[in-house]
């Protein structure tokens, strides 16, 4: 698999890395330990190098997870993972004091079974404590050696060019995909210029291009898509058109829409790394066989065509939690 380089710093990765996430926590039921283990060899024999974590996702449990299955090649691979939110539970709130960051940093040097963070992400901005204070921390980490490069992740322009001036950003990572063209309009054009990275989280909305889901899909009543406005029943059935348009393009590309979706992404910039999740080999396996689909620039132009004029329904967060945290 080709690399690609995020920032202006030398962080350099797979196209495709492997979210971790959903190996133990948010979708239900989570695959058995032997198995995530497998999963993640897999990506890594199939030429993935960069794999994210955080401390939310399951309170170390999946830093511990992922830091046993790389331990037989960790020095070949870039690890990120993030700090950010209180006692490392999303729901409680945010949390980015400067003793809170050392403390995450270093419970995710021993969960992980590591030396070194690779990537140490703000997993969202802390209205409380100045950027330039979470910036200068990082400083401080990375001079200690606990941490190579920082990001930021569901930042806005104003916190990304504060923290850029006190500590060069290598990435940011948010939600991006043909099920959300957020970032298009204000964050792409400005991480391009400051010479950033972006990583898209969820860039198989949630599984929802994979052509999977219908209206009628039932979610395990834990599973965190429950709580999502965008995957209601209702507002699966009016997005449908979105994944109807994505398989007819796929088809004609004698590709999957899963593989049309990432190759669309990757095929934006060549500084777009998108991180999808998976538990299953068979996912895995198709999600990289994206890495080998070159859209044209007559193909995206037929993409585009194609989907112009699709009105995508329901929010990505419920608004509560959007009153909260900075989201974009």
């Keep these: 698999m080709e690399s690609r380089k995020l920032g202006n710093n030398g962080l350099e990765v797979s196209a495709l ?35 994210d974590t955080a401390e939310a996702y399951s309170q170390g449990g999946n830093e511990t997870l992922l830091g046993k299955a790389v331990a037989p ?4 691979i870039i690890l990120a993972t993030k700090f950010g939110f209180k006692d490392g539970i999303g729901s409680n709130g945010v949390d980015s004091r400067p003793e809170r960051i050392r403390q995450v940093a270093e419970n995710s040097l021993r969960y992980l079974n590591t030396d070194y963070i690779d990537l ?11 950027m330039e204070d979470v910036a200068g921390t990082i400083q401080d980490l990375i001079k200690e050696g606990k941490i190579r490069y920082w990001g930021l992740s569901e930042a806005g322009a104003n916190s990304i060019r504060r923290a850029h001036a006190i500590a060069p950003v290598s990435a940011l990572q948010s939600e991006y995909s043909l ?15 400051l010479g950033i990275g972006f990583v898209p989280f969820s860039p198989l909305g949630r599984g929802f291009l994979t052509g999977a889901m219908n209206e009628h899909t039932q979610f395990n009543p834990s599973d965190f898509r429950n709580t999502l406005p965008k995957y209601s029943e209702e507002n699966r059935k009016a997005n449908m058109i979105l994944v109807q348009q994505l398989q007819n393009i796929a088809q004609a590309q004698n ?11 990757l095929a934006q910039k060549p500084w777009i790394v998108p991180i999808p999740g998976t538990t299953k080999i ?23 065509s194609a989907l112009k004029g699709i009105e995508i329904v329901g929010d990505r967060y419920p608004k509560s939690l959007m009153e909260k945290v900075e989201i974009n």
């Design 179 to 193: 099920f959300y063209r957020g970032p298009e309009k204000e964050i792409l054009p400005l991480v391009e210029e």
């Design 73 to 76: 090649f960790r020095n070949q």
């Design 255 to 265: 590709a999957s829409p899963a593989q049309i979706a990432l190759a669309w992404l």
């Design 282 to 304: 068979a996912r895995l396996e198709e999600n990289i066989g994206a890495s080998n689909i070159h859209l044209s620039t007559n193909d995206l132009a037929d993409i585009e």
């Design 120 to 130: 140490f992400y703000q997993h969202r901005v802390d209205p409380d404590v100045p």
């Design 17 to 51: 890395g492997l979210g971790c996430m959903g190996l133990t926590f948010a979708y239900e039921p989570a695959p058995a330990e032997k198995d995530a283990i497998a999963l993640i060899r897999k990506a890594f024999d199939s030429g993935i190098t960069f794999f």
